[in-house]
Structure formats: C-alpha cells, structure tokens
C-alpha cells in the first residue's frame, strides 16, 4: 500500500474515534466541538474561558457537521441522539437555536445564526428522524426561519445576525444555501405528516431564495475579476454595491464587501442548490484560489476569507481579542476547507485524492488535526513552524475529522453524502 493509503487510512481510524468520543457520555447527543481548549479560551479569562472553555460547547451546526460525519460511518445511532438532542435544546417558544449551549443544554452565547435552526431540520430529514416531538421541532423551526425579521435592520430572512464564522451579519450563500436545504426538507416532512399547507409555503419561500441567490452575493461589478463571483456575504443583499463593513478580529476598519471573498459558498453546490459548473462557481473558485489558497508540503490549504485575524499574532503568540485595524493576529490555513474543497470535486466528478491525503496529511504525530495549519506566513520553519503542520488553535478540532470522514465516504459513494435527492432534484 502506498504511504499516502497507508496515512488516509490511518488517519481515517483516528477520525472516526474523536468523532465517538465528541459525544458526551452523560449527556448523549450532545458533540462538543473540541475536548481542547486553545489560545485565550483556555487561559481562565472571565467571559471568554470560566468555567469551561468556549471549545467546550456545543454547536448546532458543528454538530450537523458531526453527525453526517458519523452517519456516513455507519453509527446511525449516534446521529440520530444528536438529533434529539438538538431538537431538545430549541429555545421556547420561538424556535430557534441557541448560538451554542453546554453540554446539558442551557444556552452560553447569545447570538443568532439561521444556520443553525436550519441544519437540525436538514440532518432530521437525512437520518429518517419522523417521531412526534421532531416534527414538532421542525414546525417550530422552519416557522421561525420563514417569519424572521432582524430587530436592528429590519430586514427579514435569508439575512442572517450572524453567518457560520459568527463575526458577521448578512446575506451569506453558506447560510442561505442552508436555509433554502432546511425548508426543502421541512416540506418534506410536513407532508408525511398531511400538513400540504404548510409544505406548499415553505416551498415557496425556498424556491424564492435559491432563484435570488446570485441576487444577494454574486457581484458583476467587483474588483477581484472581470467575471461575476460570489461574495462572503452582502451586508444590504446588494452585491454590485460597494458598501463597506469592519471586518473584526483585528481586520480592517472598513472594506468593500466586494473585496471579501469565502469557499463557504461551496455548500450551495454540495446542496445541490446550483451545480457544480455553474459559471460563478467556477469563476468563484479561481478567485478564491488566487487569494486564499496555501500550498504546502502536505498539500493546499485554505484561508477561510480575505484579512482574516482569527489566529496566532505575527511573532506566533496566542490569539487574543483584537480592535479593528490593529492587524495583530493572523488567521491561518483551515484544513476544514481543503474537505470541503473536496467535496466540491465529488460533486464536480472530478479526482479528491490529493484533497483526502492533504486533510490526513495535517494531523500531528498523536493523529489529531488542529483547526489551523501553518500557512507559510512568519513565522515559519523550524523550530517554530513548519508550513502545512498544525498551529496552537484547537486539536483536534472535530469539524476537521469530521469532514475528513465525510469526503472519503463521498468519493467512495460518488456524491456529497449528506446531499438530499429531494433538496438536488428541486434544483437541478
């Protein structure tokens, strides 16, 4: 076997145990995002780290992440606890989700993702979750998700409080790829339940939002190409707009939404909410390539936007909470992203291989991946660190094994594997 087989497969086995040993053992269902606890989280800063560290929780969409993961493994189980679980910690009596709770399900954080009410209802549908107390939760869910109005701007859903990297708000195409998914299955399960009525208008509204897609967060007009691309987010859903936002964690005080690219938009293809040759995915793609693509000795990695901050500072100290404009901290390279980009080729018919063996390819000597890998900015090199090789974030963080699991049962079934046929049909 050659020793690249020989690390994915390794590396594969490992995956598969810290995604088993995410859920927790008195709580089950409940998935942390990483057992470690990184930079400043773990540094018993009030707010930030006591009395457990912000790792320590549990995410809605992480555990979306977590449970496909686990569900293309074979343990159906597991995915469906997490699935109740989720669906037991919905806030009353709106709906919603909370942007993350501990492990028995109160709440800690207290923004607002569309994401996350989504992604439960969508991994419900993917698993068969049918019994009575699901489909409450998903009436509830896809209520809110379809009633929504932001209190600060007015403006209603697919605009979201906060996107999946939760520093911004917006008209995102990763959240709204998933709000579009959720309804979609929503539907579905409102008419095994004989609720024809509601179906027919969480359709309604799901088709609108995939048609208006480009609308919101594809530019025509943007400076990074001469060919329209879709943008991280639009913060007024107008994307030839040239309006401008902070970027947080130490990024720019101001910058053009247009200058904001993210590999995000990905989850619209793997979806199936547009295809994979799609001229704006392709043109999107070689956009992101140009400015957020590392390659490594491992193989290529991906930054997750332009002047991302959320990382170790430039001499390779510990992340810290920055101003805007300060431009102290450095976000790295996301193996996460290199899955995802993997995916993405599955869906494409093209080869993943290099992409599986770069996720394999960033674990440390003990078989753990971190959230970040050293992305050949200073410092670089030994003793410090070696490009391609993970940094001081979480490790393992259990999104990266996650969807290291994830892409090889994709190219190994020759699709997304959480991709629905009732969600890809509608669009095709």
């Given amino acids: 076997m050659p020793e690249s087989a020989a690390t994915v497969e390794d590396e594969y086995l490992a995956s598969a145990l810290v995604l088993a040993a995410a859920e927790d053992k008195l709580n089950p269902g409940a998935l942390v995002a990483s057992p470690s606890a990184p930079w400043v989280w773990g540094n018993e800063v009030p707010d930030l780290s006591s009395p457990s560290g912000a790792y320590h929780l549990v995410w809605a969409r992480d555990s979306y992440e977590f449970a496909t993961a686990l569900w293309a493994v074979g343990d159906r189980a597991a995915a469906r606890r997490s699935v109740r679980w989720l669906f ?12 993350n709770s501990d492990v028995r399900g109160r709440p800690v954080w207290g923004e607002l993702q569309l994401d996350e009410v989504a992604l439960p209802i969508t991994l419900a549908c993917l698993v068969g979750s ?16 379809t009633r929504f109005r932001d209190e600060e701007t007015g403006r209603r859903a697919p605009y979201t409080p906060q996107e999946r990297w939760e520093n911004q708000a917006g008209y995102s195409p990763n959240s709204i790829a998933a709000q579009v998914s ?27 939002w995939q048609r208006r897609l480009d609308d919101w967060t594809v530019t ?23 309006t401008r936002y902070p970027m947080g964690d130490g990024g720019p005080r101001s910058i053009d939404q247009r200058r904001v690219v993210d590999p995000s938009f990905l989850t619209a293809v793997r979806f199936g909410l547009v295809p994979a040759d799609d001229p704006a995915v392709v043109n999107t793609l ?32 510990e992340w810290r909470i920055t101003e805007p404009g300060t431009f102290r901290t450095l976000g790295r390279a996301w193996p996460i992203l290199t899955g995802e980009r993997g995916e993405y080729a599955v869906a494409a018919g093209e080869d993943a291989t290099t992409l599986l063996e770069a996720v394999a390819a960033a ?5 753990m991946i971190s959230e970040q890998v050293w992305d050949g900015r200073p410092p670089t090199g030994r003793p410090c660190c070696p490009a391609g090789e993970g940094t001081r974030a979480a490790t393992p963080l259990v999104w990266s094994h996650a969807v290291l ?22 669009y095709d």
């Fill in 182 to 208: 959720g309804l979609v299955c929503a539907a579905h399960l409102a008419r095994d339940r004989g609720r024809r009525d509601l179906a027919r208008t969480w359709l309604r509204k799901a088709d609108r």
């Fill in 405 to 426: 699991v994830r892409l090889a049962w994709s190219m190994e079934r020759g699709e997304p594997v959480d991709r629905q046929d009732l969600v890809a049909r509608r």
């Fill in 286 to 317: 070689a956009v992101v390539d140009d400015r957020l693509r590392v390659d490594t000795p491992h193989g290529p990695y991906w930054h997750r936007f332009d002047h991302d901050g959320y990382g170790e500072t430039r001499s390779g100290g």
């Fill in 130 to 145: 049918r019994d009575r107390a699901t489909w409450r939760g998903v009436r509830k869910a896809a209520g809110f998700i």
């Fill in 88 to 99: 037991g910690v919905q806030q009353r009596p709106d709906g919603s989700f909370p942007q």
């Fill in 220 to 242: 025509t007009n943007g400076p990074l190409s001469d060919a329209p691309y879709f943008l991280r987010l639009t913060k007024d859903g107008r994307p030839d707009r040239g």
């Fill in 363 to 367: 674990a440390g000597p003990s078989g």
